[in-house]
């Protein structure tokens, strides 16, 4: 079964941090596009991250650039999203996802056309 989970979520104060993983089963993370979106109780989904193909460049949005990090670990085929310097408006449900592709190319911060999603693991940072 080809699955996304991802983990790490919780609740943490604003300026701390947080590392999200995520996790893939029947296919081989490395080798495809992925995204990271998040949903903010009452808003639309929006891009964090988009990371192109085997570990190609990756774009980040305006509003964690600096302060958000992705990285892998081909042995476990998981991604993490290192979080630091967290503020209340970073609060989101937040999911990975992975485009099968072998030649995408991200061009910005968005992921488009995703194939496999996570379930989503939730962030509250709040004191």
């Known amino acids: 079964q080809l699955q996304l989970v991802e983990s790490g979520g919780g609740l943490v104060q604003p300026g701390g941090s947080l590392t999200l993983s995520c996790t893939a089963s029947?296919?081989?993370?490395?080798?495809?596009?992925i995204g990271w979106f998040r949903q903010a109780p009452g808003k639309e989904r929006e891009g964090v991250l988009c990371?192109?193909?085997?570990?190609?460049?990756?774009n980040y949005a305006d509003s964690v650039k600096g302060r958000f990090t992705i990285s892998e670990d081909n042995a476990k085929n998981t991604v993490y999203l290192q979080m630091n310097s967290l503020k209340p408006e970073d609060t989101a449900v937040y999911y990975c996802?992975?485009?099968?592709?072998?030649?995408?190319?991200?061009?910005?911060?968005?992921?488009?056309?995703?194939?496999?999603w996570g379930q989503g693991t939730q962030v509250t940072v709040s004191s």
């Open positions: 029947g296919f081989t993370l490395h080798y495809y596009a």
């Open positions: 990371r192109s193909t085997s570990g190609g460049n990756t």
């Open positions: 996802a992975a485009r099968v592709s072998k030649y995408y190319y991200c061009s910005g911060y968005v992921l488009e056309e995703t194939d496999y």
